[in-house]
């Protein structure tokens, strides 16, 4: 298994600026994810990190809204950027490990 | 893409059984069955999985028909813990990527 921790657990942020989120695990990784969450609904992934490459994004997600980092294989950043009210949600980032995938808490993002 | 079909919502008297059914009609035979469950405001939990046998843990037991064709999860012995939204998932052998549908809520009542 992994335990899976973010930072911040929750942030309040104004429209235009920008919010990094950092994901850390107590294992080492390939394969770590991003996934959103909106009010009501269910997940939806944003991308696949694999340290050592570009990020991978799902439709509908661009680089320049969400860039990541991945620099080892223990830690990833997603980054919001040029935030507006729509983006306000839950960030989680998850890990892959044989065939399960582990969650991290989330990050309760309102963007005011 | 999410390849399933769930309830939107389930109640279950608390010590009775749970069975939340899943239709996944266009899986493939290389694609596992996956279920997951999210507590409220908690990421999500993996619950069990399965190919084409059915599969008891711990948590849960999976029952796959024969066809492949639809899943039910059975939580043998519900309790007021268990109510969560559950998600069921179809994902290819060797498959990296796990895509959420809409789940099933359950609602567990003492």
């Known amino acids: 298994s992994a335990v899976i921790s973010q930072k911040p657990s929750r942030d309040i942020c104004q429209r235009g600026t920008s919010l990094t989120i950092q994901c850390q695990v107590d294992?080492?990784?390939?394969?770590m994810f991003w996934y959103r969450q909106q009010p009501g609904q269910s997940l939806t992934l944003i991308a696949t990190?694999?340290?050592?490459?570009?990020?991978?994004?799902e439709s509908g997600f661009v680089i320049d809204k969400f860039p990541i980092s991945r620099p080892n294989l223990t830690f990833s950043t997603l980054t919001v950027s040029n935030m507006s009210p729509e983006d306000s949600s839950i960030y989680l980032c998850s890990v892959g490990l044989a065939n399960e995938q582990y969650f991290g808490p989330g990050t309760r993002l309102t963007v005011t | 893409d999410a390849k399933t079909t769930q309830p939107p919502s389930m109640d279950c008297a608390e010590g009775r059984a749970a069975n939340l059914p899943c239709n996944h009609s266009?899986?493939?035979?290389?694609?596992?069955v996956y279920w997951y469950r999210q507590i409220h405001s908690q990421g999500p939990q993996y619950i069990i999985h399965?190919?084409?046998n059915n599969e008891t843990n711990e948590m849960a037991s999976l029952i796959i028909t024969e066809d492949r064709k639809s899943s039910t999860l059975i939580l043998p012995h519900a309790t007021l813990r268990d109510t969560a939204v559950y998600y069921c998932?179809?994902?290819?052998?060797?498959?990296?990527?796990?895509?959420f549908g809409t789940g099933t809520s359950l609602t567990v009542i003492p």
């Open positions: 294992s080492q990784v390939t394969m």
């Open positions: 998932i179809v994902r290819a052998v060797g498959g990296n990527q796990f895509y």
């Open positions: 266009t899986i493939s035979g290389n694609e596992y």
């Open positions: 990190a694999n340290q050592g490459s570009e990020a991978t994004y």
């Open positions: 399965g190919l084409k």
